[in-house]
């Protein structure tokens, strides 16, 4: 299993001089890509401005979308920014769980799985310079059944191992219920707070997740505060079949992609 650095383009506070380092930093690092969570109504620098100013800091890192809200983007402009990152793209895209994004938009909301449905029709006539690799965000039976008819894998949201082991599972039985050959690539996620950053990163995730009310403190209770936590995670996620899983910074500061590379886990993550 691989590791990826989440980028902290959603962390207010966050500039594009400091993704630029982050991106620098970790592509001289243990890490296999970056990757960019995607909001509009919230304090955050865009996604694919992110990527491209991580894409033009680095030389080897993948860069990957986990994920992109694709209906709050026109098909031409997802095409279009997909051919500017290259092909070091992987492409998550979803419908995203919050309604002030759609509002701050002014997209509907209620139809956003029928879009992204249309979407997935309308890119495959919009690459240039070839496709690239398409994964699929979402927890429900829709979203597993996009991935397994039109996308190349499957994005979990993050969690306990065994909560992965359980979304993974379903994401393998629609893929094979569909009749695809081979596996779909499995993507992980997890955030982290390193160092004297826990509390920090604790709050920031109470607010980002302030929508989903009480479950909340739960997300926050799954910091990743140490090197113990990252090698007992990554252990249970290689275990439960995970390709790669990417750990996303709570905390806007240089530091802390250091520290996640000190207490990178290594080849015993390797399945």
Known sequence: MEIGAGLPAVVPGATLELIEQWARAADAGPFSSLGCHDRLAWESIDCFTALQAAGRATDRIRLASLVL???????????????????RLTLGVGIGPREDDYRAAGADFHARGRRLEEQLQELPGLWRGGAPTLLMGGGGDAALNRMARLADGYVHGGGPARAFKGAADRALAAWYDNGREGTPRL??????ALGDAEAEGREFLRRYYRFVG???????????????????????????????LVLFPTVPRLQQLELLAEAHPGEETRR
């Open 214 to 244: 009480p479950f909340a403190e739960r997300i926050a209770d799954g910091l990743l505060t140490s090197a113990g936590e990252i090698e007992e995670l990554a252990g249970g996620y290689a275990e439960a079949g995970c390709d790669e």
């Open 69 to 87: 809200i694709a209906p709050l983007h026109t098909s031409t402009a997802i095409a279009e920014a997909a051919h500017s990152l290259g092909d």
């Open 187 to 192: 993507v992980g996620t997890g955030y982290f």
